[in-house]
């Protein structure tokens, strides 16, 4: 199971956060927009937009590469 994997790698508590039912309308929820914008950020990589590659670790280099341009835009 996923979250019994998330825990154990790395001690992280894996939660869905659903919407209230009273709500209407949008409303950001905590942390996610977090999420959403780094990976809007990593997908400025051309490379990553499609997936090129054949190899698994060609793939995770490329997400280590476009996540240091992304930190170095914000040094």
């Known amino acids: 199971d996923l979250k019994g994997f998330v825990k154990k790698l790395w001690g992280w508590c894996w939660q869905v956060v ?10 950001v929820l905590p ?22 590659e054949k190899n698994r670790m060609n793939s995770q280099s490329m997400v280590y590469i476009a996540m240091i341009s992304v930190m170095l835009k914000r040094c």
């Open 31 to 52: 942390w996610r927009w977090v999420v959403e914008r780094t990976f809007a950020w990593m997908m400025h990589a051309r490379r990553l937009n499609k997936d090129y």
């Open 18 to 27: 659903l919407r209230n039912d009273d709500q209407k309308g949008f409303k």
